[in-house]
Nanobody, 123 residues
Framework: QVQLVESGGGLVQPGGSLRLSCVAS????????MGWYRQAPGKPRELVAT???????NYANSVKGRFTVSRDNAKNTVTLQMNSLNPEDTAVYYC?????????????????WGQGTQVTVSS
């Protein structure tokens, strides 16, 4: 079993900043890609940013230049620094990671999701 726990969401005014963090825990052997997705009310979940174990990043066009994703491989954490937030960024943000881990005596590789953290941008 792998657990992903997000933190750092909240209410912020337009133009403000927030920093989201996510830590993966469990009987982890290795973590490949990590990233952030978001889902606004009535809309499908969408990619925000991903980062490979080697540090290569990928961003949605809507957040390029405003958001920065980073990770600490030693701590199995991924962080999303969000600047210049606008109301269109309001959503539940989910952490995602591709993880190899032990399930009993078996090695398992698969994607895991956190429970999500609410980000609201409003004046």
């Amino acid at each position: 079993q792998v657990q992903l726990v997000e933190s750092g969401g909240g209410l912020v005014q337009p133009g403000g900043s927030l920093r989201l963090s996510c830590v993966a825990s469990g009987r982890i052997l290795r973590v490949d890609a990590m990233g952030w997705y978001r889902q606004a009310p009535g809309k499908p979940r969408e990619l925000v940013a991903t980062i490979s174990s080697g540090g290569s990043t990928n961003y949605a066009n809507s957040v390029k230049g405003r958001f920065t994703v980073s990770r600490d491989n030693a701590k199995n954490t991924v962080t999303l620094q969000m600047n210049s937030l606008n109301p269109e960024d309001t959503a539940v943000y989910y952490c995602n990671a591709d993880v190899e881990y032990y399930s009993g005596t078996f090695k398992v590789f698969g994607g895991s999701w956190g429970q999500g953290t609410q980000v609201t941008v409003s004046s």
